[in-house]
């Protein structure tokens, strides 16, 4: 097994606290409210929206044999390497629009489209390195991993195996 870490930017982690201060300040405000009904509802609302976007997010890649395991702070998503085209691409996420997913809170993962790749799924924290990923069932993920070139040539053997 070969890990991969995947480290988070600078813009990621403030965009993060800056959503999460945003998050807190609500709460506040709301809860100061005792009158109003929609207060507590919506409060709850934000702390759920908070915690799933945090659990969702990537947490390091690892390769087991010819499948890539991408963790995450809760569970695991995983692919079939064989038959996967490879590549590393810095301009991966350069005009990436949201489809379904987080757009920067503690990540960026999700259903994202762009007119060069179409639609992909993003498993990354860090837009600076990325690496794309064709799997043999024709769907395209967008990952960042802090080694990018280590990481392709792992994926390659893995593919080729």
Request: glycine share 10%; hydrophobic share 50%; with cysteine.
């Amino acid at each position: 097994m070969q890990t991969f870490s995947t480290g988070m930017s600078n813009t990621t982690r403030w965009t993060g606290m800056l959503a999460l201060l945003v998050c807190i300040v609500a709460i506040v405000v709301m809860a100061g409210r005792v009158t109003d009904t929609v207060a507590v509802p919506l409060a709850g609302l934000l702390l759920v929206i908070l915690s799933i976007t945090f659990a969702l997010s990537p947490l390091r890649y690892e390769i087991h044999g010819h499948e890539l395991v991408v963790r995450r702070q809760v569970g695991r998503t995983t692919a079939d390497l064989r038959g996967a085209s490879v590549s590393r691409d810095d301009g991966a996420f350069r005009g990436l629009v949201r489809v379904f997913g987080n757009g920067g809170f503690f990540a960026f993962h999700g259903v994202f489209y762009s007119r060069r790749l179409g639609f992909v799924r993003v498993y990354a924290r860090n837009r600076d390195h990325g690496v794309v990923v064709t799997l043999r069932n024709g769907k395209t993920w967008v990952l960042s991993p802090d080694e990018p070139d280590r990481m392709v040539a792992a994926m390659r053997a893995a593919a080729a195996s």
